[in-house]
């Protein structure tokens, strides 16, 4: 089912989330399911979006769903082990879909995770895919990109980017 995205200023959003305990739950399997079609329904309307965290539908729980180079649910991401090197880049957020933000994260980090069936699993990831699990596994812990934001000038529209910056590189 395709839920509404809670947007900057909803409180959950702030909130840290409740690791799941039961994997298999029938909470757990709806939670799943919604997130993934929400994240379709996003993307087939707004034209960008690989990934969503089950603060943005409301729900406090430790899972978030790619569909990237990683297809599926992380349940209870945490990352492990972060580089030393460093990427700047533009963030952007379904919860705030018109703003962009200028952010440093690490370039590559590892991140361990359960599966649907509650199988420990980790993964290594390293530029966009890094980035994009950095910014999920941030929102099930109530941080958000504007949080991580280098100053408060590089916070701006998305319009402006286009106008202004879009041809500013990301730097590794």
């Not at 089912?1 to 909803?10: F, H, Q, S, V, Y």
């Not at 298999?24 to 996003?42: G, K, N, P, Q, V």
């Not at 379904?94 to 420990?120: H, N, T, W």
Request: net charge positive.
């Amino acid at each position: 089912m395709i839920r509404e995205i809670a947007l900057l200023g909803n409180p959950v959003l702030r909130q840290r989330c409740f690791p799941v305990k039961d994997f298999e739950s029938s909470e757990t399997r709806s939670l799943i399911a919604d997130l993934a079609d929400t994240l379709a329904d996003f993307r087939s309307r707004r034209g960008f979006g690989r990934g969503i965290a089950a603060p943005q539908i409301g729900v406090t729980r430790q899972i978030i769903y790619l569909d990237c180079e990683i297809h599926g649910p992380l349940i209870n991401p945490r990352i492990v082990a972060r580089s030393r090197k460093k990427m700047k880049l533009w963030d952007d957020c379904f919860s705030f879909p018109d703003l962009l933000v200028m952010l440093e994260r690490a370039y590559a980090i590892k991140v361990a995770y359960r599966d649907e069936q509650g199988k420990a699993r980790t993964v290594n990831a390293q530029g966009a895919l890094s980035e994009l699990l950095q910014h999920e596994i941030d929102h099930v812990n109530g941080i958000l990109a504007i949080d991580r934001a280098i100053d408060s000038k590089h916070i701006i529209l998305r319009s402006e980017h286009e106008k202004h910056v879009h041809q500013e590189p990301i730097s590794f």
